[in-house]
């Protein structure tokens, strides 16, 4: 039998509960909004280890999807009541598949064409993860 490259991974169950408890104490450790690097940083490991994690570890990668919708939701409401800069939370929300539609069009002497319009629009159904 041929032996694994490279150190063995640290992930254990020790390490799967201490992510899991970042879902519930990200905001008391002092992060803004929860995210991947946020989850790294508090259980001691880096981001590429944690894709890796994600790709080997079914509840490693339940905890990193809890993760993401939880910057999704933190981001969307704290971005809709004016708390958090908005051009931030448009980036943040552009990786959860959000975009801006914008439409133009210049108003015409007799009124047949009215002002641009700025439209929010929530990611398709074929871009949400299950």
């Not at 408890?21 to 590429?48: A, M, N, Q």
């Not at 939701?73 to 931030?88: D, E, R």
Request: proline residues 5%; hydrophobic residues 30%; glycine residues 6%.
């Amino acid at each position: 039998m041929k032996n694994p490259i490279g150190r063995p991974t640290k992930y254990n169950q020790e390490v799967q509960d201490q992510a899991d408890r970042y879902i519930y104490e990200w905001s008391d450790i002092g992060d803004t909004v929860p995210s991947r690097v946020g989850l790294c940083c508090f259980i001691g490991i880096h981001k590429d280890t944690s894709y890796e994690w994600e790709k080997r570890y079914p509840e490693f990668s339940d905890t990193c999807k809890a993760v993401d919708a939880l910057q999704e939701h933190t981001a969307l409401n704290k971005g809709i009541s004016g708390v958090f800069n908005a051009q931030i939370v448009k980036l943040v929300l552009a990786n959860h598949g959000y975009s801006d539609k914008i439409e133009q069009s210049h108003t015409s002497p007799d009124g047949s064409m009215g002002p641009s319009r700025i439209e929010i629009v929530a990611p398709s159904q074929s871009n949400e993860h299950s």
